[in-house]
């Protein structure tokens, strides 16, 4: 490159991209969502221990209202953030479900029996050894909290060992973690319901049909997708005593799947626009006025919508805004333990041994158990390039349990100091199965690395 063309570059190039460039790589990174969660978790511990911690209560527990018409609902700020905050992350969770089953990880028996098999033994152990600590107790009710894997905090953890982690050890995680969500959702679905409102649910799925009719209709905009499924579906959820986050799942299963452009459609629409974008082209007219050029650059972006699916665009648009803002705000509201006079109470709890138990000892032997017996019965096989004691390392990883097992937490024990027990255990057990998965996971590739 030339001097000249060198200078005209960087006097192109805006003013404040070098200060905006490294938070744009860092919200792009895996390990954003890990770090942000972690950030938010000790700004939660620190305000809630602070000589401010009641104003940290406070915020919470403010009163916000929504009035439609003479209708008129009210929940405390908390409230907002789990049952409408986290509806967004359950959407996002159910767009990744979709997208595995379609064409993912879990697309074929064959592909899906190893995750499968992974999350259904580490969902299961782990609930068992809660049980063992908790049953006849005030804390049995708890027993879902350790079944769940934080996605954002294990692969955040995993992506910190950079390109020496095999691809497939990553895809394994990921659909692990996906499977394990799915199973999350179903117990608090089936588990951690309320009383039921049959007329709020008939609503719900009329909704529901609605949403169907509108994928089976080819409609694709996302706006009559947002107006159906939070407006009427959620709402109804919401009302009818199940856990309105399920609505955001079950919303996310009706988002239309299929392109409107096939690949060869596409590539004869872009190269002939392309072409037309090249004969436009003219040294005497500048850009901004070249009005052929905009309208063919429109033709060809809507050309490139109709070639994605509307499930690739939901997911691509929300994602970042489930790491960078949904997750974090769920872990500033929730993760404030308040270490008080009763600090020892709350952690010789049995809930807290339940927790950490299921979340340090029954994940990983559930995940390894389970996998090992789906192979040796034929099942499934070993990820290639991935050796037993990296997936024990991932197994242990998976314990960090932290978003659902918080969400969790709240849904069985509402407010109060079993509540406070529970945190205490997970955040106990996820910080040190992070640590652990990490020193396990990065002594493994070490030595296979000297023996190689």
Known sequence: MTDSKKHTRERDRPLLQPIVEPFQNFFHAEAAGGILLLAATFIAMSWANSPWAETYDALWRTPVSVAFGSQVLQKTLLEWVNDGLMAMFFFVIGLEIKREILVGELATWKQAALPLAAAAGGSILPAVLYAVFNTGLDGAKGWGIPMATDIAFSLGILSLLGARVPLALKVFLTALAIADDLMAVLVIALFYTSTISWGSLAIGGVFLILLIGANWAGVRHPLVYSILGIGGLWFAFLLSGVHATIAGVIAAMTIP??????????????RALLTRFEQAVSPEQPSLANKEQHQIARRMKNVVTHVETPLQQLEHVLHPWVTIVVMPVF????????????????????VVYGVCFGLLLGKPVGILLSTWMAIRCGLADLPEGVSWSQLGAVGVLAGIGFTMSLFISDLAFGHGPLLLSAKAGILIASMMAGVTGWLWLKQSLTGREQAS
Do not use: C, Q, S, W
């Open 257 to 270: 799947a299929r392109p409107r452009l096939t690949e060869l459609e596409f590539l004869e629409k872009g």
């Open 331 to 350: 872990a500033l509201a929730n993760a404030g333990v308040m270490l008080d006079a009763n600090i020892l109470a709350t952690l010789l709890n049995p």
